[in-house]
C-alpha cells in the first residue's frame, strides 16, 4: 500500500481542532466559535483521504476499494464500539426516562452512521432539547465523514478516467455545496443546513482540491499565516446560528483550514514549525478518541452529579476524557489498526450486532410504562363546583409542565386534585426570541395560550389557578424584524401586558391565581446552539420576578408565592434541598424525585387560596 509522508504538523492542527470543541463545548465563554473545529476536521479529511487515494492510483494504476474500506474500518470502528459501549452503560446506570429512548435510537443510528439525518429528520435542534441532551449528539460530524469514505472513492475512481475534470468538478461541487447550504438556510431552524452531508461537504471537498493540486515546493507560508489568523478569530467571533455563517462563512472557513493545511505540509515555515511543537502531536494523534468520548463524559459528569462547575468542572472532564482517549488508543485503536492484535473476518459484523443489542437492551426500559405518583388529571374532566377537593389548575412553560407531571397523591390526601395546562416551549411572551444566537419561533400553542387556558378556566372553574414561568421571558425579543433587547422599555412593556392578560384570563370571580417566582436557573449548554447565558444570569432572573411581583401588585385575585427563594435557598442553584433531588440534569426543570417536597412547600398556599376562593363573593 503507497503511504503518505507522516506529517507532525497535521496531528498539531488536529489538537488545535479538537482542543477548540472541547473548550467550546465546556463552556468557554471566549470560544463561541469552537464549534468549528469540527470543519477543520472535515478539511483535513478531504485533503487526507484524497491525497492518500492518488498516491494509490500513482503507484498502481487504480483504487482498491474493499483494502481501503477495510483499512477506514480498523481505524474508526473499534473506538466508536467501546463509546458505544461507555454510552450503554451509562444508560443502564444513569439515565432518566426521558434520555432512554433518545440513546436508543441515536446509537443505532451512529452505528449506521446516519445520525446526521436522523438529527434533520426527527426535526431535532441542540435549541430545542429541553432534557438533559444524549451522550451521542456529536457523532452528527463523524457519520458526515463515514458517508465520505463510502461515496468518494468511487467517485474519484470515475473521475480519474478523466483527469483533467478532476478539479473543476470539485470546485463546482463546492460551490454547490455553499449555495446550497445559503438556500436552505433558515434562521428559526438550523438543523438542516448544519448537519446536512450535502451542505457541510464543501470543507471535505476543498479539501480533495488541494490534494489535486498540491505541490508543497511552490507553496507561499504567508498563506498558511493567514489561514491560521483566521480561524483563531473565528473560533472567538462566530456563533452557530449567525447567518453570514450560512451564507458564505462556513466556505471561508474551509478555505482557512485548507491553507493551513497546506502550510502544515509545506516543506518548512512557521505554521508548520508552530503546529509540531510538543505536545501537539501527541494530542493530535489521540483527537479522535478525545473527540468521540468528550461528549459522553460532559453529559454524564454534570454540576448535579459532581458538584462542581465552571472551572473545577471543565478540568475534571477533561481529565477523564484524556485518560479514556489514551486508553482507547492504546489498547484498542492502535493494536487493531496495526494489526498487532488480528480479528476473523467475522468480528467487525459481530461486534457491530452486539453493541446494537447492548444499547437497545440498556435503553428498553423507555419503551416500559412507569407508574407515577400521581397523574395530572387530563384537561377534559369535569369538575364538582359545590364540593369536593380544591380544584387547581397549573399554567406556564415547561417548568410548571415538570411540577405537574407527577403529582404526589399521597400528599393531596383527597384536598386537592391537580390539572395541567402548563405548555412546552411556551412563555407568555408570543413574539420570536433571541435566546443566544439563535431565534426561536414560538409555536401556534404558544401563540394562542389565552384561549386555551381560558377554555380550561371555562371548563373546569377551577378555585386556584398556579402560574410558572421565566424560563422563557429572559431572553432578548424581536418586534418588526428589530432585536429588542432584554429588560428594554418595548419589551418591559410587552412583558407586562401579556403578564396582565394571563391574570385577567385566569383571575376570574371565584378563582384565585398564585403566581410563583422564576427559579434561578443552571442551564446546561446544548452544544452548538446555546441559551444557557442567558437562564443562568441571575440579574434577568431578579427582573422577571420584579415584574411579576409587579404584575401582581394592587389585584385582589392574585397573590405571590416566592418559589424561587424555596427552590434557590440564599439565591443560589441547588439540585438537591435536605438530601432530596430537586432539579433535572438539564438545570432548569423540576425533578420527579423532588415533586413530594416541592408540593409539600406549595400545598398550604394552594388550599389557603382554595378556601378564599370558596368564601368570596
Do not use: K
Amino acid at each position: 500500500m503507497n503511504r503518505l509522508r507522516h506529517e507532525p504538523a497535521l496531528d498539531g492542527l488536529r489538537a488545535v481542532a479538537v482542543a477548540v470543541v472541547l473548550l467550546y463545548h465546556g463552556g468557554v465563554s471566549w470560544l463561541p466559535g469552537g464549534f468549528l473545529g469540527v470543519d477543520v476536521f472535515l478539511a483535513l479529511s478531504g485533503y487526507l483521504i484524497t491525497a492518500l487515494l492518488l498516491a494509490e492510483h500513482a503507484a498502481t494504476g487504480g483504487i482498491d476499494l474493499v483494502a481501503f474500506w477495510s483499512r477506514r474500518a480498523r481505524r474508526l470502528l473499534p473506538a466508536l464500539l467501546l463509546v458505544l459501549l461507555g454510552v450503554a452503560a451509562y444508560a443502564a446506570v444513569l439515565a432518566g426516562p426521558d434520555e432512554l429512548a433518545r440513546i436508543r435510537g441515536d446509537g443505532l443510528a451512529s452505528l449506521a452512521y446516519v445520525a446526521n439525518w436522523r438529527m434533520i429528520l426527527s426535526g431535532d435542534s441542540y435549541f430545542e432539547q429541553f432534557a438533559a441532551p444524549s451522550p451521542l449528539r456529536h457523532l452528527w460530524s463523524l457519520a458526515i465523514e463515514q458517508q465520505w469514505y463510502l461515496l468518494w472513492p468511487v467517485a474519484l475512481a470515475l473521475l480519474l478516467r478523466a483527469r483533467r475534470w478532476l478539479v473543476p468538478v470539485l470546485l463546482a461541487a463546492a460551490v454547490a455545496s455553499a449555495v446550497l447550504m445559503a438556500v436552505v438556510f433558515d434562521p428559526a431552524e438550523v438543523s438542516r443546513a448544519y448537519y446536512g452531508t450535502d451542505t457541510r461537504a464543501q470543507a471535505l471537498v476543498l479539501g480533495a482540491v488541494l490534494a489535486a493540486v498540491l505541490r508543497p515546493h511552490r507553496l507561499v507560508p504567508a498563506g498558511g499565516v493567514l489561514g491560521l489568523m483566521a480561524l483563531a478569530g473565528l473560533f472567538t467571533l462566530a456563533h452557530g446560528t449567525d447567518p453570514w455563517l450560512y451564507r458564505g462563512g462556513f466556505a471561508l472557513v474551509a478555505v482557512a483550514s485548507v491553507a493551513v493545511v497546506a502550510a502544515a505540509v509545506a516543506p518548512s515555515g512557521p505554521v508548520r514549525r508552530l503546529l509540531a511543537m510538543r505536545p501537539l502531536p501527541a494530542v493530535g494523534r489521540i483527537s479522535y478518541g478525545l473527540y468521540l468520548w468528550h461528549w459522553p463524559v460532559y453529559v454524564a459528569l454534570t454540576p448535579t452529579r459532581v458538584g462542581l462547575a465552571g472551572a473545577p468542572l471543565l478540568a475534571l472532564r477533561l481529565v477523564v476524557t484524556a485518560t479514556l482517549a489514551a486508553v482507547s488508543y492504546r489498547l484498542v485503536e492502535q493494536p487493531i489498526r496495526t494489526a498487532r492484535l488480528r480479528l476473523p473476518r467475522p468480528a467487525v459484523p459481530a461486534a457491530l450486532a452486539a453493541v446494537a443489542v447492548l444499547v437497545v437492551a440498556s435503553t428498553v426500559g423507555a419503551a416500559l410504562p412507569r407508574a407515577p405518583v400521581a397523574s395530572a388529571r387530563p384537561a377534559t374532566a369535569s369538575a364538582d363546583v359545590d364540593r369536593g377537593p380544591a380544584r387547581v389548575l397549573v399554567t406556564g412553560d415547561s417548568v410548571a409542565l415538570t411540577l405537574s407531571a407527577h403529582v404526589p397523591a399521597a400528599l393531596l390526601g383527597g384536598r386537592a386534585e391537580v390539572t395541567s395546562e402548563a405548555i412546552l416551549g411556551c412563555g407568555v411572551i408570543r413574539v420570536d426570541r433571541h435566546a443566544g444566537p439563535f431565534i426561536h419561533v414560538p409555536a401556534e400553542d404558544c401563540r394562542t395560550w389565552p384561549q386555551r387556558w381560558q377554555r380550561a378556566v371555562d371548563r373546569l372553574r377551577p378555585d386556584v389557578a398556579v402560574l410558572l414561568l421565566g424560563a422563557w421571558e429572559v431572553f432578548d425579543i424581536r418586534l418588526d424584524g428589530a432585536r429588542v433587547p432584554f429588560g428594554a422599555p418595548a419589551h418591559e412593556a410587552l412583558l407586562r401586558r401579556e403578564l396582565r392578560t394571563a391574570l385577567d384570563v385566569l383571575g376570574t370571580g371565584r378563582t384565585e391565581v398564585l403566581v410563583l417566582t422564576t427559579p434561578c436557573f443552571a442551564h446546561f449548554d446544548q452544544a452548538e446552539f446555546r441559551m444557557g447565558s442567558e437562564r443562568n444570569d441571575p440579574e434577568r432572573v431578579r427582573w422577571v420576578n420584579r415584574m411579576l411581583r409587579e404584575a401582581v401588585a394592587g389585584r385582589p385575585d392574585a397573590r405571590l408565592v416566592d418559589f424561587g427563594a424555596r427552590l434557590c435557598p440564599g439565591g443560589r442553584f441547588r439540585s438537591s434541598i435536605g438530601g432530596v433531588r430537586v432539579r433535572a440534569d438539564d438545570g432548569v426543570h423540576l425533578h420527579r424525585d423532588g415533586l413530594a417536597l416541592v408540593w409539600s412547600w406549595l400545598l398550604p398556599d394552594v388550599l389557603s387560596a382554595a378556601g378564599r376562593a370558596r368564601s368570596g363573593p
